[in-house]
């Protein structure tokens, strides 16, 4: 019997569960993670989505949870969840920019001071090397807007963004 194929789906579902943004883990350097909320139900998703203001309150949720495929191999959402090659976005929205203190950010996102909204997460997921020269930050952007709306909102949703 060839043990390479079985050992190649065992890792790779391993790998799979790993990298699962549903995983909850820890962030570098902590020996707690932060008490998981309870999962929202789709209706309860549904309702908060459409507390956001205009566009987000109508975005496709399943579309941005697609987008996010696109993020989750460097970023998890989790609370408590690790930092990657990028940082944990659990909480982003409100916070200032590079203020995860276990995270190594570009000295362009130190100096840039700006508060993580919608609107510059907008601009940054359009060209990042275009909207802060300087970025560690290697993906290319998410040219289509009406996909970055839908993301934009996925992660509203996700990471425990309530509307001001």
Known sequence: M?????????????????????????TSGDTASAPAAPALSAEEKQKLLASFPAPYNTADL????????????????????????????????????????????????????????????????????TFLPGTKMTFAGLKDAKDRTDLIAYLMVETGHTPK
């Open 62 to 129: 399943a579309n941005g949870q697609a987008k996010f495929g696109l993020c989750q191999s460097c970023h998890t959402i989790t609370p408590g969840g690790a930092n990657m090659t990028g940082p944990n976005l659990h909480g982003v929205f409100g916070k200032t920019s590079a203020s995860n203190p276990d995270f190594k950010y570009s000295d362009a996102l130190k100096a840039a001071g700006f508060e993580w909204d919608a609107a510059h997460l907008d601009q940054w997921l359009a060209q990042p090397q």
């Open 2 to 26: 060839r043990l390479g194929p079985i050992l190649a789906a065992a890792a790779f579902a391993t790998l799979a569960a790993a990298c699962s943004p549903s995983q909850p883990s820890q």
